[in-house]
């Protein structure tokens, strides 16, 4: 009789967020497949698992979903994680799931975290309906035309995006999808986690203050239907948007005259005025 292959969600962050089913399966498998054993190793450490390991990740996919399909054939339960979230996603899985399948394999998934979830539930967007892009392309040009080819989706966009690329992510999307609401989420569920919301503009600006931007992000874009919070309605609220994207009170007022055309002194000026 053929093994089931489970794909076990695992925690983005926190080493909480992990469900008591997924640390039975990770207990009770005959093997776990993961994208880097030693980050995996730290988390069934933390509970006292000691399931052996073996590496699945981008480089070795092919063959290894091979090797995987053999042991679940031969009668092996494996449970499938990446280094965080639900498997699949935006990771490797995708050969052995389909290798498996094809055998007549069980495919079981264990639900968990997910950075596309936890950010969507608390960006303050529409959750009607959404779109999930995963990485956006690394080049220029090529993140450029993926952006051009959603102008006419209304659902909110969700993407991960690198660090070292959010602020020139930021800039193609006020240029190429005008002023929607954007939330980049950083650090999910970990000690320094938060919520940026403003206009594209409004938010790069803030990060761009900052001597370095770090950590797991998630950007999402509102849909193209919805009023910017920060680009329109009075100064006031156009300056307290800003400043609750995370700049001071001057880098605020400078960033929303540069917005409205106008000068910084007359953006001072009638905020001054329209003070009860």
Do not use: W
Not at 82 to 96: C, E, H, I, K, N
Not at 221 to 243: M, N
């Amino acid at each position: 009789m053929s093994g089931s292959l489970y794909l076990v969600a695992t925690p983005i962050g926190n080493l909480e967020d992990i469900t008591y089913r997924a640390v039975r399966i990770l207990r009770e498998a005959g093997l776990i497949a993961c994208e880097d054993t030693r980050h995996t190793r730290k988390l069934l450490e933390h509970y006292g698992i000691s399931t052996p390991l073996v590496s699945y990740h981008e480089h070795n996919e092919a063959a290894r979903a091979e090797e995987l399909a053999a042991k679940l054939e031969a009668g092996m339960n494996i449970a499938l994680v990446s280094d965080a979230g639900m498997p699949l996603v935006s990771d490797p899985g995708y050969r052995v799931v389909a290798a498996a399948i094809r055998a007549g394999i069980r495919v079981i998934p264990v639900p968990g975290p997910s950075a596309v979830v936890a950010a969507l539930a608390g960006a303050g967007l529409a959750t009607d309906s959404f779109y999930f892009g995963g990485f956006l392309p690394a080049k220029s040009g090529q993140r450029a035309r993926a952006l051009e080819a959603l102008q006419g989706q209304t659902a909110t966009l969700v993407f991960y995006e690198a660090p070292h690329r959010i602020l020139e992510t930021l800039e193609d999307v006020e240029r190429l999808l005008g002023p929607r609401p954007v939330v980049v989420a950083r650090e999910l569920t970990k000690v320094h986690e938060e919520f940026l919301r403003g206009t594209a503009a409004e938010v790069r600006a803030a990060l761009a203050s900052r001597p370095s931007v770090k950590g797991e992000i998630t950007l999402l874009i509102g849909k193209g239907t919805e009023a910017a919070p920060a680009g329109s309605g009075s100064l006031e609220e156009a300056v307290d948007a800003c400043q609750s994207a995370g700049l001071s009170r001057m880098d605020a007022i400078k960033e929303v005259a540069r917005r409205r055309g106008l000068s910084k002194r007359e953006v001072y000026r009638q905020i001054q005025r329209n003070r009860p």
